[in-house]
């Protein structure tokens, strides 16, 4: 535009006379809440419900799995690595000394180190396919357990616990 000139504007002013028109109202396409749109084309009713649809959208066409992502595949291949790391330090000890190094496992746990409750919580771990002989101390199901099991046995004989009451514990 040059110096001086007027731009025209697409949309004519709104008179004081005129009254304002109703919002439209729409139903959130994530949470199913009613909303009054602001604009047209608005499906969602705040910025946290359009993410998080955009979110489980995503999720679906690339699924974030070991066998779709990379990053997933490393995270994962770490936290069984450190599974077979912890078996091995428990089996490795003295009998005498395995009581007292899964308490204080467990008290970690407790207290709030998440991967370590991550790891004994895993339902994977404390209900294993023997067949996945990767998750066991030597690869051999028969003889080990998985760290999971062994905090789960030591919940049970420290606390008098059933199995479905462990995890409350953890």
Sequence with gaps: MSKGSVRKLAVPPISMNEEPQEKEKAICGQCSAEFEKRRRN???????????????????????????SPSKRRE????????????????????????????GMIEAARSGHGKLRALLMNKLLL????????????????????????????????????????????
Excluded at 51 to 67: T, V
Excluded at 136 to 153: D, E, G, K
Aim: proline share 5%; net charge positive.
């Design 127 to 170: 209900f294993p396919d023997y067949d996945m002989r990767g998750l066991f101390h030597r690869n051999c199901p028969a003889a080990y357990l998985t760290t999971s099991q062994i905090a789960s046995v030591f919940c049970g004989l420290a606390w008098k616990a059933e199995q479905s009451v462990v995890t409350i514990y953890i």
């Design 76 to 103: 994962n291949e770490l936290f069984f690595d450190t599974n077979r790391r912890i078996a091995e330090d428990i089996y490795t000890r003295p009998p005498c000394e395995r009581f007292d190094y899964v308490a």
């Design 42 to 68: 608005q499906k969602f009713c705040s910025d946290a419900c359009r993410k998080n649809a955009h979110q489980k959208r995503d999720g679906k066409e690339n699924p974030r799995n070991s066998l779709m």
